[in-house]
């Protein structure tokens, strides 16, 4: 059980596309889901946090206009970056959570901006 | 939200137990303590999570003293395949922003044969 699924794995876009990142529980209703990004030998960084039918709350220094966090359903978030540049760049990872229970996470989605 | 203090790296061999000690010094009352296994180009994988006392699952073992300050995840009998990063964390279990985790630097648990 507690399985959350992401798409795409990976992509690889030019310079000022938008790409949009799927992020669903399968087998549970998340009310809520969390956003991170990851850089090659480091942590991961929280970035946001959204709750179904509102909207997301971003960590500081994370742009709200720039990461657009849609939580439409108990079962799926979306993370859009707009207009992505090469230093957007990175590996976004989701979460999804049921009350009082633990946080399971998706397998990553890889992001390459050329 | 508590901050976790855990080694940066530790060394071990096949068939050994090992422990991985977490320092949770200023944990809350409604925190809870969850760990996390991370292999390289995937998500973090639930290991375990608890409050207090011990809590044991099919793959490890959590020890927590009466304190709550600390915490010693046990992976008895470790394999190659038990190379990876592993996350303690501190966290409220509640709804919404009260859940979120923020994560440290991790153990780098390298499994040699």
């Known amino acids: 059980g507690a399985v959350v699924s992401q798409h795409p794995s990976w992509v690889i876009c030019k310079s000022g596309t938008s790409v949009k990142i799927e992020c669903r529980s399968l087998?549970?209703?998340?009310?809520?889901m969390f956003w991170y990004r990851q850089f090659p030998k480091q942590s991961l960084m929280l970035m946001a946090t959204s709750n179904e039918g509102s909207k997301a709350t971003y960590e500081q220094g994370v742009e709200k206009d720039k990461f657009l966090i849609n939580h439409a359903s108990l079962t799926l978030s979306t993370l859009t970056v707009t207009s992505a540049h090469p230093e957007d760049s990175s590996f976004y990872i989701c979460?999804?959570?049921?009350?009082?229970?633990?946080?399971?996470f998706g397998d990553g989605t890889r992001l390459s901006i050329l | 939200l508590a901050k976790t203090t855990q080694p940066i790296s530790m060394d071990s061999y096949e068939g050994q137990e090992v422990n991985i000690t977490c320092s949770h010094n200023n944990i809350a009352t409604n925190d809870y303590i969850t760990w996390y296994q991370q292999f390289p180009s995937q998500g973090p994988r639930f290991i375990i999570q608890?409050?207090?006392t011990k809590v044991t699952n099919e793959v490890a073992s959590l020890f927590i003293p009466a304190d709550r300050k600390s915490s010693t995840l046990s992976l008895p009998r470790v394999s190659l395949s038990d190379t990876a990063v592993y996350y303690c964390l501190v966290g409220d279990r509640g709804s919404g922003n009260t859940g979120k985790l923020i994560f440290g630097q991790g153990t780098t648990l390298q499994v040699k044969p």
């Open positions: 087998d549970f209703q998340a009310t809520t």
């Open positions: 608890g409050y207090k």
């Open positions: 979460s999804a959570a049921e009350p009082h229970q633990p946080q399971h």
